[in-house]
C-alpha cells in the first residue's frame, strides 16, 4: 500500500534528540530558542514564537491581536476545523467566505459583502500550501484597519511575489503567520507550530502566554545568580514546545530546501503524466510559488469521490477527501457562524481528492500511483 504521506526522518533526527537528553533540559529552554531565530532567518521575520501547535498559534495569534468575545472573524469554512476553532477559544465569531474554485483560496471578492462593524480580522489560509492573495487582501484589510492572520499551517517554504521580490510566507505579510510542524506537514517536530509577528509586543505577549504568562522565562531564572520570583500578571497557557521537539526541528528546517526541490519535481511528473486524464488541478497563480504539501486533483464532474478512492485503494494506493468544511460539522450549527453561500467550499470538498505524495516516493510507486488513476478515468 501506497501512503497518502511519510515523513521524511533519519539518524540525523535521532542524533539531534541526544543534545537536549544529554544536557538535562529537555522542555522548552535554548533548543527552542535556537529553533525560533533560525526559522525567523528562514522566512525573513523579524520575531518567531515556537508552541506546541498550530492550533494554539493560532489561538495566541487572535488574542495578542486583541480580537475577543462578541468580535468577527472573516476566514473560509474550507479549512481543517482547527481554523474555525481558534476563532471560536477567544470567544469571537467565523464569518466564512466562500473560496476560489482554482486554488480553494478565500476570494478575495467575498470580502466587501462579510465585513461588519463587529469585524475585527480576517484570518486567511494558505490551503494545502498555495499562497492566497494576500496582494489584494491586505491593502483591503488596512484600509478598514482590520488585523490579518496567516493560516500558514501547511505553507512552510511556499512564496509569494511581493512588491517585485519573491519572499517566503512567514514574513509575515500581514500581521502574524501561523505555522505548523504535525508528520503531515513539510517540516515536522513530532507536532508543533511556530508565530511569525510584525509586533515585537505582541510577539513578548505570546512568549508569555504559552508559558502560563509568567513574568520572567525559566531560562532567565535557571541562569541567575541571583533569586527570582516570578508573578502572574494574567491568564495563561500551556502552550510551550520542547527542546527535544526543537532539536528535531532544526535538523529538519536545514532539510527543507532539499524537500521543496524534490517536491516541485514529483509535482511536474505528476501534472505530465497524468496530462491526457481529465482531471483538473490546483492552480498556482504567476505571483505564487507553493511548497505541494498535498497534490489536490478535481474529479470529472459527476465522478463520485468516494468510488474513486475505493478503487484507488484497491489498486493498493491512499487518497484523502478533499478539504473539511468546517460549517458542515455538527460542531458549527447554523447560528454559529456568519457568511454567504459556501458553494464553492462544498463542491472541493465534495470534487477533490488528495493524492500520496511525500519525499521519498519512488519512481516506481509515482508511476504505479498513476497507472491506477488512469485506470479509474471515464
Given at each position: 500500500m501506497i501512503?497518502?504521506?511519510?515523513?521524511w526522518l533519519?539518524?540525523?533526527?535521532?542524533?539531534?534528540?541526544?543534545?537536549?537528553?544529554?544536557?538535562?533540559w529537555?522542555t522548552?529552554g535554548?533548543?527552542?530558542?535556537?529553533f525560533?531565530?533560525e526559522?525567523a532567518d528562514?522566512?525573513?521575520a523579524?520575531?518567531?514564537?515556537a508552541?506546541?501547535?498550530c492550533?494554539?498559534a493560532?489561538?495566541l495569534?487572535?488574542?495578542v491581536?486583541?480580537?475577543?468575545r462578541g468580535?468577527e472573524?472573516?476566514?473560509v469554512?474550507h479549512?481543517?476545523?482547527?481554523?474555525?476553532n481558534?476563532?471560536?477559544?477567544v470567544g469571537?465569531t467565523p464569518?466564512?467566505a466562500d473560496?476560489?474554485p482554482?486554488?480553494f483560496?478565500l476570494?478575495p471578492d467575498?470580502?466587501?459583502?462579510?465585513?461588519?462593524p463587529?469585524?475585527?480580522a480576517?484570518?486567511?489560509?494558505?490551503?494545502?500550501g498555495?499562497p492566497?492573495d494576500?496582494?489584494?487582501i491586505v491593502?483591503?484589510?488596512?484600509q478598514?484597519?482590520?488585523?490579518?492572520?496567516?493560516?500558514?499551517a501547511?505553507?512552510?517554504?511556499?512564496?509569494?511575489?511581493?512588491?517585485?521580490h519573491w519572499?517566503k510566507?512567514?514574513?509575515?505579510?500581514g500581521?502574524i503567520?501561523?505555522?505548523?510542524?504535525?508528520?503531515?506537514?513539510l517540516?515536522t517536530?513530532g507536532?508543533?507550530g511556530m508565530l511569525t509577528?510584525?509586533?515585537?509586543?505582541?510577539?513578548?505577549?505570546?512568549r508569555r502566554l504559552?508559558?502560563?504568562?509568567m513574568s520572567?522565562?525559566?531560562?532567565v531564572?535557571?541562569?541567575?545568580?541571583?533569586?527570582?520570583q516570578?508573578?502572574y500578571p494574567?491568564?495563561?497557557y500551556?502552550?510551550r514546545?520542547t527542546?527535544?521537539q526543537?532539536?528535531?526541528?532544526r535538523v529538519?528546517?536545514?532539510?527543507?530546501?532539499?524537500?521543496l526541490?524534490?517536491?516541485?519535481l514529483?509535482?511536474?511528473?505528476?501534472?505530465?503524466?497524468?496530462?491526457?486524464?481529465?482531471l483538473?488541478w490546483?492552480?498556482?497563480?504567476?505571483?505564487a510559488?507553493?511548497n505541494?504539501?498535498?497534490?489536490?486533483v478535481?474529479l470529472?464532474q459527476?465522478?463520485?469521490?468516494q468510488?474513486w478512492?475505493?478503487?484507488l485503494?484497491?489498486?493498493?494506493v491512499?487518497?484523502?477527501r478533499?478539504?473539511?468544511?468546517a460549517?458542515?460539522?455538527?460542531?458549527?450549527p447554523?447560528?454559529s457562524?456568519?457568511g454567504?453561500?459556501?458553494?464553492?467550499s462544498e463542491r472541493?470538498?465534495?470534487?477533490v481528492?488528495?493524492?500520496p505524495l511525500?519525499h521519498?516516493l519512488?519512481?516506481?510507486q509515482?508511476?504505479?500511483v498513476?497507472?491506477?488513476?488512469?485506470?479509474?478515468c471515464p
Amino acid at each position: 500500500m501506497i501512503p497518502i504521506y511519510r515523513p521524511w526522518l533519519g539518524e540525523e533526527e535521532a542524533e539531534a534528540t541526544q543534545r537536549p537528553i544529554r544536557s538535562g533540559w529537555i522542555t522548552q529552554g535554548p533548543e527552542v530558542a535556537a529553533f525560533e531565530a533560525e526559522f525567523a532567518d528562514f522566512v525573513g521575520a523579524a520575531q518567531a514564537v515556537a508552541v506546541a501547535n498550530c492550533t494554539v498559534a493560532l489561538q495566541l495569534a487572535l488574542i495578542v491581536a486583541g480580537v475577543s468575545r462578541g468580535d468577527e472573524v472573516i476566514t473560509v469554512s474550507h479549512s481543517y476545523i482547527a481554523t474555525a476553532n481558534s476563532i471560536r477559544y477567544v470567544g469571537a465569531t467565523p464569518v466564512f467566505a466562500d473560496i476560489e474554485p482554482d486554488t480553494f483560496n478565500l476570494d478575495p471578492d467575498q470580502l466587501d459583502g462579510l465585513v461588519s462593524p463587529l469585524t475585527q480580522a480576517v484570518l486567511v489560509v494558505h490551503q494545502i500550501g498555495m499562497p492566497c492573495d494576500l496582494g489584494r487582501i491586505v491593502p483591503w484589510a488596512r484600509q478598514r484597519g482590520l488585523v490579518v492572520i496567516e493560516d500558514a499551517a501547511c505553507a512552510v517554504g511556499s512564496e509569494i511575489c511581493w512588491h517585485g521580490h519573491w519572499e517566503k510566507l512567514g514574513k509575515p505579510h500581514g500581521d502574524i503567520a501561523c505555522f505548523s510542524f504535525h508528520p503531515r506537514k513539510l517540516l515536522t517536530t513530532g507536532d508543533g507550530g511556530m508565530l511569525t509577528l510584525v509586533n515585537p509586543d505582541w510577539a513578548d505577549r505570546a512568549r508569555r502566554l504559552r508559558q502560563h504568562a509568567m513574568s520572567v522565562p525559566d531560562t532567565v531564572r535557571h541562569s541567575s545568580a541571583q533569586v527570582i520570583q516570578e508573578s502572574y500578571p494574567e491568564v495563561g497557557y500551556n502552550f510551550r514546545l520542547t527542546d527535544i521537539q526543537a532539536a528535531v526541528g532544526r535538523v529538519q528546517l536545514e532539510r527543507l530546501p532539499r524537500l521543496l526541490q524534490r517536491r516541485q519535481l514529483q509535482v511536474e511528473w505528476y501534472r505530465e503524466r497524468l496530462a491526457g486524464t481529465p482531471l483538473s488541478w490546483q492552480r498556482q497563480p504567476p505571483w505564487a510559488r507553493s511548497n505541494w504539501q498535498s497534490l489536490a486533483v478535481r474529479l470529472p464532474q459527476g465522478q463520485s469521490q468516494q468510488d474513486w478512492m475505493q478503487r484507488l485503494l484497491d489498486g493498493g494506493v491512499s487518497s484523502r477527501r478533499g478539504i473539511m468544511c468546517a460549517h458542515r460539522e455538527a460542531a458549527y450549527p447554523p447560528g454559529s457562524w456568519r457568511g454567504a453561500s459556501l458553494l464553492e467550499s462544498e463542491r472541493a470538498q465534495d470534487e477533490v481528492i488528495l493524492l500520496p505524495l511525500f519525499h521519498d516516493l519512488s519512481q516506481d510507486q509515482m508511476e504505479k500511483v498513476a497507472e491506477a488513476i488512469i485506470s479509474c478515468c471515464p
